[in-house]
């Protein structure tokens, strides 16, 4: 059995020197408040972004980031307080509507328009793609009223995330006195809480000071704060746009009329809840740490866990490392009841919004890592938004529901002549809903998720286009490797959605088997008519139109097989030579931090385990993982990224499972709850 307590809490994040990238998050899947040195946020501005690098067009006109190596430096990480209901709109200049942002597209059955933000009212374009954004719900920081204190003046600094409690500590001195600070969010509530000690306290010199720094949001006009104060209870209601919400405070102490909180004693106690309504009395920070630590300590012993410790491979403590804290990164900032940010709750990347091609990334891996529930919580947001599924794809002809690629929690796509046009969304829900039948106990789960499951199939079966007795996909679409954006008419038959569709609607078929339900023979038809993935000189080419293969962005190829289990579109030997081609060209400084997981997968699904590991811990910038376990994408826009944790667990898990590390001796894996992915079986024939 592994000693679960200690495999935790050997990888805690210990930061004992200030840096702008070492902030540290509590919270619980719907709610996360991110801490500075402190333990708290008292010095937000030194963690600001940096204004984002200009993009630059290359020969084949799409937009990128200027390469070049960036240092630690570049990715500070703010701190921010979000959750998954806090969320607001601007006051557009009209009722502006998806058509007024779309333009119509060739197909093989017609125009279809799409909304690529090109359409007759760029105003429209703007404001849809702009709003809703998701609210920064304030600040709770250290404040010396006697005297600006600045991060030079902290000595003996030492902040520790105790990952099996949920709970940051933090130490240090300042104006010659000591301080300490735990701070840590409720596991249910959308709340913190945090106790204070100092002789500071006691002399004036140190308090707390609740704030409400605007949204940085040009667009925003009159941001309203209204106030009430009583002895150890405030409440504040904030106006953010057309959003309401409101703030309250209890402490053992006072509060000021800034909402300042003091106390003539060496200890100061204090909760803040965020929320769109009051309810209920506020529990005291003693309470709030014990229902914490059962939650993580719950969270720890009933999921899985794998033990690297008496491996001989010297990168074996760092893969551990990033597993460790990968588990409490994404169950802090992926678990909500909402599919989550790039960013999760640490910073707004796109606004806020969530991609959905993306969700797998951020929580596939709850399921095969025993906590099916985790993954489970986000689809009922995708069962709220089925009517705005499926108005989107009657809109453009098409039968079933069409998932966005980028929205907020209404389901309405952001206009974007790159999103609008990517598919592998699609499939997703499929996915899901047969890792919640293969890792979870729940009879019910076939009846739960099934209209999930057909209004999906049912969209991805009347999305393929016949022409001469083969189904293709596209044009106009754009794969998941998004390189292919300004061709994005004439593209078609992506190697990876191909696999993709055929997969998917096999597993759709085979739920309908299960539930006594007849197979649809016209998802059959699409099944067995799909085109073949092109090859090019004895490689998976990523579309079937030139360029056929550009060897920048993702290397989408390889998601056919290991993120998909073996179809009968791949052929091994095929695979191998596309995997080798890869390694050999590809501009890894342009990929993202999922691609390595991608590799892992597919090198696992080619027997190659040493090529799997060195994939997984390939030395690039993207590749890079931070003290606190995040993974930073580039300068002004993603510090944080979470589909790379989220895929390292994933990979991970089925490298553990399938063979995937060396049977050489160096590497000593133990492994206990960890479930399954889909088979290598021939979909086509139930899954």
């Known amino acids: 059995m592994i000693d679960r307590e200690r495999l935790v809490r050997a990888h805690n994040v210990v930061v004992t020197a200030w840096h702008p990238s070492s902030t540290l998050s509590v919270g619980n899947g719907d709610f996360a408040f991110n801490v500075d040195v402190t333990g708290l946020q008292t010095f937000p501005a030194e963690h600001e972004l940096p204004p984002r690098p200009l993009l630059v067009t290359d020969e084949h006109g799409v937009r990128r980031?200027?390469?070049?190596?960036?240092?630690?430096?570049?990715?500070?990480?703010?701190?921010?307080?979000?959750?998954?209901?806090?969320?607001?709109?601007?006051?557009?200049?009209?009722?502006?509507?998806?058509?007024?942002?779309?333009?119509?597209?060739?197909?093989?059955?017609?125009?279809?328009?799409?909304?690529?933000?090109?359409?007759?009212?760029?105003?429209?374009?703007?404001?849809?793609?702009?709003?809703?954004?998701?609210?920064?719900?304030?600040?709770?920081?250290?404040?010396?009223?006697?005297?600006?204190?600045?991060?030079?003046?902290?000595?003996?600094?030492?902040?520790?995330?105790?990952?099996?409690?949920?709970?940051?500590?933090?130490?240090?001195?300042?104006?010659?006195?000591?301080?300490?600070?735990?701070?840590?969010?409720?596991?249910?509530?959308?709340?913190?809480?945090?106790?204070?000690?100092?002789?500071?306290?006691?002399?004036?010199?140190?308090?707390?000071?609740?704030?409400?720094?605007?949204?940085?949001?040009?667009?925003?006009?009159?941001?309203?704060?209204?106030?009430?104060?009583?002895?150890?209870?405030?409440?504040?209601?904030?106006?953010?746009?057309?959003?309401?919400?409101?703030?309250?405070?209890?402490?053992?102490?006072?509060?000021?009329?800034?909402?300042?909180?003091?106390?003539?004693?060496?200890?100061?106690?204090?909760?803040?809840?965020?929320?769109?309504?009051?309810?209920?009395?506020?529990?005291?920070?003693?309470?709030?740490?014990?229902?914490?630590?059962?939650?993580?300590?719950?969270?720890?012993?009933?999921g899985a866990a794998v033990s690297f410790e008496g491996s001989s491979d010297p990168r074996a403590p760092e893969l551990e490392r990033r597993v460790v804290l990968s588990r409490y990164l994404t169950a802090v900032h992926s678990a909500g009841v909402l599919p989550p940010q790039e960013s999760g709750l640490v910073h707004n990347s796109w606004g806020g919004k969530f991609h959905l091609e993306m969700h797998w990334w951020h929580a596939a891996h709850f399921a095969v890592w025993g906590r099916p529930d985790l993954l489970e919580r986000g689809l009922g947001w995708y069962e709220s938004i089925l009517g705005v599924g499926r108005e989107s794809a009657r809109r453009q002809g098409y039968a079933g529901v069409r998932w966005p690629k980028q929205a907020g929690p209404d389901g309405r796509e952001s206009p974007s002549d790159i999103g609008a046009f990517i598919i592998w969304q699609q499939p997703h829900p499929i996915y899901f809903a047969e890792l919640l039948r293969l890792n979870g106990d729940d009879p019910d789960v076939l009846e739960r998720h099934k209209e999930i499951v057909f209004e999906t199939a049912e969209f991805m079966a009347d999305f393929a286009e016949w022409d001469g007795g083969t189904c293709h996909l596209g044009p106009p679409v754009v794969p998941a490797q998004e390189t292919y954006y300004p061709g994005r008419a004439r593209t078609a038959d992506p190697t990876f959605e191909l696999t993709y569709w055929r997969w998917a609607l096999g597993v759709a078929q085979s739920w309908r088997e299960r539930l006594g339900m007849q197979r649809r023979a016209d998802w059959d038809a699409v099944i067995d008519g799909l085109a073949r993935p092109a090859v090019r000189e004895g490689r998976y080419a990523a579309v079937a139109v030139e360029p056929y293969t550009l060897p920048d962005d993702h290397p989408s190829m390889l998601m056919a097989l290991g993120f998909l289990p073996r179809t009968p579109l791949i052929d091994l030997e095929t695979m191998a030579a596309t995997y080798d081609d890869v390694?050999?060209?590809?501009?890894?400084?342009?990929?993202?931090?999922?691609?390595?997981?991608?590799?892992?997968?597919?090198?696992?699904?080619?027997?190659?385990?040493?090529?799997?590991?060195?994939?997984?811990?390939?030395?690039?910038?993207?590749?890079?993982?931070?003290?606190?376990?995040?993974?930073?994408?580039?300068?002004?826009?993603?510090?944080?990224?979470?589909?790379?944790?989220?895929?390292?667990?994933?990979?991970?898990?089925?490298?553990?499972?399938?063979?995937?590390?060396?049977?050489?001796?160096?590497?000593?894996?133990?492994?206990?709850?960890?479930?399954?992915?889909?088979?290598?079986?021939?979909?086509?024939?139930?899954?």
């Open 583 to 687: 390694l050999a060209r590809w501009d890894f400084c342009t990929t993202w931090g999922w691609d390595y997981p991608v590799l892992a997968m597919c090198a696992t699904k080619l027997g190659r385990p040493a090529s799997a590991v060195d994939a997984l811990l390939m030395d690039t910038g993207k590749n890079m993982t931070l003290a606190s376990g995040h993974v930073p994408q580039f300068p002004g826009g993603l510090s944080v990224y979470l589909p790379a944790n989220g895929g390292l667990l994933a990979s991970v898990a089925m490298m553990v499972k399938q063979d995937g590390f060396p049977r050489d001796g160096s590497w000593r894996v133990r492994h206990d709850g960890l479930g399954d992915f889909p088979s290598d079986t021939d979909s086509s024939s139930g899954g």
């Open 65 to 302: 980031l200027p390469v070049r190596e960036f240092a630690l430096d570049d990715f500070p990480v703010p701190l921010r307080t979000q959750s998954t209901w806090g969320w607001y709109a601007t006051e557009p200049a009209a009722p502006y509507t998806l058509d007024e942002a779309s333009t119509g597209y060739a197909t093989r059955r017609g125009e279809v328009r799409y909304p690529d933000g090109l359409g007759p009212v760029p105003e429209a374009a703007a404001w849809l793609y702009a709003n809703p954004r998701r609210l920064d719900l304030g600040r709770l920081g250290l404040d010396f009223p006697c005297g600006r204190v600045e991060l030079g003046d902290l000595e003996a600094t030492r902040v520790e995330l105790d990952l099996w409690t949920g709970c940051v500590h933090a130490r240090f001195e300042v104006l010659g006195r000591p301080v300490e600070v735990w701070t840590v969010a409720h596991p249910r509530l959308h709340l913190v809480a945090t106790r204070v000690e100092s002789p500071l306290l006691a002399t004036g010199e140190l308090r707390l000071r609740l704030s409400f720094p605007d949204q940085g949001d040009p667009l925003v006009k009159g941001e309203r704060l209204t106030q009430e104060t009583v002895y150890g209870r405030a409440s504040a209601v904030r106006t953010v746009g057309d959003a309401c919400y409101v703030v309250r405070v209890a402490t053992d102490g006072v509060i000021g009329p800034e909402l300042e909180l003091a106390t003539a004693a060496p200890a100061l106690g204090a909760t803040v809840a965020f929320g769109p309504m009051r309810t209920g009395d506020l529990p005291g920070f003693e309470e709030v740490r014990a229902a914490a630590a059962a939650h993580w300590r719950d969270f720890w012993t009933r």
